[in-house]
Nanobody, 114 residues
C-alpha cells in the first residue's frame, strides 16, 4: 500500500518561504512512469493543482505560481519537497501531496499570517 505524509510548519509569515516535505512509503518516487503532485485547497474554495514532479525528475508548475514555486526530491529519503516563496495570506490552504495513480496524503494546514 502506498502512503504519503506531509510535514512542515503550520504557520508562515508573509514574504517568507513555505516549505513542505512529502514522505512516501510503499513505492519509490523514482519508479519509471510515476509522478508526484502537490495540490492545495484554500478556505471555502476548490482543489488547486500547483505542481508535479515526475520519476524522471521533470517538474511542472501551475502558471499562476510559476515564478514562486519549486518542487525537488531527495531520493535517498524517498521524499519530495515543495517550496513557495514570497507567500501572502492568499496562500493559506490545506496542502496535499499525492501520487498521480490515486493515493493522497492526509493534508496539512498552512496559515500565512503575521
Amino acid at each position: 500500500q502506498v502512503q504519503l505524509q506531509e510535514s512542515g510548519p503550520g504557520l508562515v509569515k508573509p514574504s517568507q518561504t513555505l516549505s513542505l516535505t512529502c514522505t512516501v512509503s510503499g513505492d519509490s518516487i523514482t519508479t519509471s512512469g510515476g509522478a508526484w503532485r502537490w495540490i492545495r485547497q484554500p478556505p471555502g474554495r476548490g482543489l488547486e493543482w500547483i505542481g508535479s514532479l515526475t520519476a524522471e525528475d521533470n517538474a511542472y508548475y501551475s502558471p499562476s505560481l510559476k515564478s514562486r514555486i519549486s518542487i525537488s526530491r531527495d531520493t535517498s529519503k524517498n521524499q519530495f519537497t515543495l517550496q513557495l516563496t514570497s507567500v501572502t495570506p492568499e496562500d493559506t490552504a490545506v496542502y496535499y501531496c499525492a501520487q498521480r495513480e490515486g493515493y493522497w496524503g492526509q493534508g496539512t494546514q498552512v496559515t500565512v499570517s503575521s
